[in-house]
């Protein structure tokens, strides 16, 4: 996580802050390339068939959205880190992510449709085993254009203490 | 889930039944252009730069490894269903996923990797508020070409009972 280019550390994190990442919109050709790649299932690929899915209609597959909050999760903590803040060099970048939880793909995600995704810090907890790291909570949620919830899931993520 | 191209019942599901899905090889402009994407940290998309990053190389974004998993699953799972068993007209395809649990990406993908992706079954359960359908729970796993686990996660399926 960031604030206008500068990592954050574990101490900075606040409880209850909530952040708009940014928004993607789901074009119908994007939807059906990114599906055709990775997930060619037949309501992801072929809109007549997909009329005919329980979907009722072509829908993006779950990796695209979840790859799209990726997009502007990435997009609005990275821009303006420099390369040696991004690589760790002057602060620790974000350790590795000890795991999701609670993935979930609530609704459908149509041509056309625009996700908005949020993120917000749910809790932390200082690491007894390692006292310079902590863990940071977060939930993460995709809202679509009628601000239905269609995705979310919970992170926690390593963030280096000050 | 399928067998041979025919849809699985809820009752068909064996727990202990472990499936090889499929195996990707991340090709590094494969990386970069995923990562270009949606994914534009700096190790996942300038070499240089990601050798001197705490991955000490340039690795795969984590939603790529994740949209290879569906990759082999959905060649695996898929080939061969005619378009009335895809689209749930002649058997109900899996239902919406109740969600993923415990995704976690536990090792670095680096270039020319080859992940072999399974699918083990941990167990079923008939869901007493919809008699027709039971959950399928089942266990996700990468293996890279050393046979280190690098990626893994718990998935819960909706199935239809027969």
Redesign the interface.
Known sequence: MSVAGTWMWYDEFETGTRTELGTYKFDRNRMIA?AG???????HIDEA??A???FCGLCA???HT???Y??CC?AYN?AGCD?AQ????TL??LG??????????LKPVYPGDELTFHNEITGKRAMSSRPDWGIVFARNTGINQHGEMVFS?DGKLLVARR
């Open positions: 990114f790649k990775f997930d060619p299932q037949i309501f068939a997909a005919r899915s329980h597959s779950g990796w979840a790859a799209a990726m997009k990435a990275f390369e991004s690589v760790g060099k620790p970048p590795p992510s000890p795991g999701f939880e609670n993935l979930r793909w899931f």
